[in-house]
């Protein structure tokens, strides 16, 4: 089912930049499977739980990791974990995923909470909070302490701090404005993209020397992959750039949309500061305190729903199929939408209202209709990481901090390759 008719040679790419939420809940409501254009090329929106299990899951050899988003991030990861498909991505899903089991997780935990708890203490009672900027730093301050310990804190946040916010807004810009000679130009946020990119590479090969120099298991991320001997220095280059784009935007991202959340509803904070306080009894929250935080864990749930990072995602068809009755041509660009499904009327009642009470019990939905981590074996391999991250530094600053709006700050966001608040500001007050 073709969409409203698109503009010239831009198709409705100015559309999805301009209202791209919107663009997708109306795609939704449109049909299935719609037909939309980015340029000249013809591209599927897939809305439909069913037919999204398909793409990822039962047929997920026909629609491999592909599309504008993709062929960008492969410019930073090159083969990594996030941007690989087939064979290849599974040999490194299995040696990277030793890397996240249990054992490893309880201690990363403790430097989790470390970083937390002492980012927390250093805020004062009344302060207007830079939220962005204090989640941000909570997320380098734990890939400083869990990815790679072999390199100063400070020369590693430094660069990660000045160098992946530009990243990621370039990878955005060059995804969905489908005028790709613009990249190519000697502009000044080309420039920008250029110098960031030779600054983080030059760090990371900072990093797998400074693992080579001394090989031994420091209990970080790295030096784990490293001793496994499985992996050349290239590849192992391109999991760590994956490991940085997703531990520094993914937890510090949905952090800032719970924070929000918890200034703009009061019982909700309150709630989620009253189990703390019982399970916590004012100390420092450890992995094995998470399970009973489960009011908590329904927030962040929720937090995953309403606001889904990843709002907007791709795949690639490899051979011409049909889905839900529409012909699919090979190497034609699948849509799904994370944003849209999370939002489906049919499978979550009032959806955009925030209540963390809905995952209380297991409401008869398609599977595929909540895609916080992804699905099939594509889904992320660092999930138990994140939910430790976010759920640590929820419990510490609720602990010790009421989140309180700022008086007559407007609320902005913004979709591009994340769905993310802009510049939010809150006031802490301590308890």
Known sequence: MPMTRGLPVLGHALRLAR?????????????????????????????????VREVLVTRQKNFVKGGPLYEQLRNLVGKGLVASSGQL?????????????????AGYAEAIAEVVTSTSESWHDGQVLDVNHEMHS?????????LCTALPGDEFADEIRRSLPVLLQGIARRAYVPAGFLHKLPLPANRRFDEALTGLCALIDRLVAACHADPVDRGDLLSLLTLSGSMSDQQLRDEVMTMLLAGFETAATTLMWTLQVLSTQPEIQRRVQEE???????????????????????VLLEAMRRYPIAWLLTRRCVDETEL?????????DVFYSPYALHHHPAYFSEPHTFDPDRWLSETARPSHA??????????????SF????????????????????????????????????????????AR
């Open 386 to 429: 994140a939910m430790t991250e976010m759920m640590l530094a929820v419990a510490a600053i609720t602990a010790r901090w009421h989140v309180l709006p700022v008086p007559d700050r407007p609320f902005e966001w913004s979709a591009t390759s994340t769905y993310s608040p802009k510049d939010l500001r809150l006031v802490i007050e």
């Open 138 to 146: 909570v997320s380098i301050g734990i890939l400083a302490k869990t």
């Open 370 to 383: 909540y895609l916080p981590f992804g699905a099939g074996t594509h889904k992320c391999v660092g999930e």
């Open 89 to 105: 991505h599974r040999r490194q899903r299995k040696l990277v995923q030793p890397a996240f089991h249990h054992q490893r997780i």
């Open 324 to 332: 839900g009755g529409v012909r699919i041509p090979a190497d034609a």
């Open 276 to 298: 703390v306080d019982g399970v916590l009894s004012g100390r420092q929250a450890g992995l094995e305190d998470l399970p009973k935080l489960g009011y908590l864990r329904n």
């Open 19 to 51: 209202t791209p939420l919107r663009f997708v809940e109306s795609a939704r409501d449109s049909g299935d499977v719609v037909v939309f254009r980015l340029g000249p090329k013809r591209c599927y929106l897939v809305n439909d739980p069913a037919l």
